[in-house]
């Protein structure tokens, strides 16, 4: 059986974390698209688009996520922020398995969250601490239209890491 399950969300929601606690708990590897697209060509994601540009990383991050997705192991798959909002990619995910979860935060919460973390994440770290929480709430704007098409939304507003686990674990489609 291929099974699947996808994280997606906001930079700073606990993609991850999440990710990594469940795959725990249900015994299937956790794997990040991020680090397994660093691993594939050999550099950072911000020395890709540096070096090469957002087209091309985007396109690469797509043909990537189609190599996880038509994989035959099962896994615990957390997406990078901007995956779902480019090209076919929500619907590829969608269509990969009923699994997919968008853990939600506010954008207040995002911002706490992310401004000890704004100078070790590129897409933020150019940006004074005042403007962090424009940047995000803008973001979100964008992004919301294709994460609320996930099957699942978590709202995980003062859950902890278990709590959240718990929830998705009840929700997985077998």
Avoid: W
């Amino acid at each position: 059986m291929n099974r699947k399950i996808i994280l997606l969300g906001y930079m700073g929601v606990g993609k991850t974390t999440i990710g990594k606690r469940l795959a725990e708990k249900i015994f299937f590897p956790f794997m990040d698209l991020d680090t397994f697209i660093e691993q594939k060509e050999g550099k950072k994601i911000s020395q890709i688009f540096k070096d090469k540009g957002e087209i091309y990383f985007r396109k690469k991050e797509r043909e990537y996520l189609t190599e996880l997705l038509k994989s035959s192991s099962p896994m615990v798959l957390s997406l990078g922020g901007g995956t779902p909002c480019y090209g076919d990619a929500m619907q590829l995910v969608n269509e990969a398995t009923q699994n997919v979860f968008f853990l939600q935060l506010s954008f207040q919460e995002l911002t706490q969250r992310l401004l000890p973390q704004k100078d070790k994440r590129p897409l933020i770290s150019h940006l004074q601490d005042d403007d962090l929480e424009d940047f995000i709430r803008k973001h979100l704007f964008d992004r919301n239209p294709f994460y609320m098409q996930a099957h699942n939304i978590i709202n995980v507003s003062k859950k902890t890491i278990d709590e959240i686990v718990n929830i998705i674990e009840q929700k997985i489609v077998v």
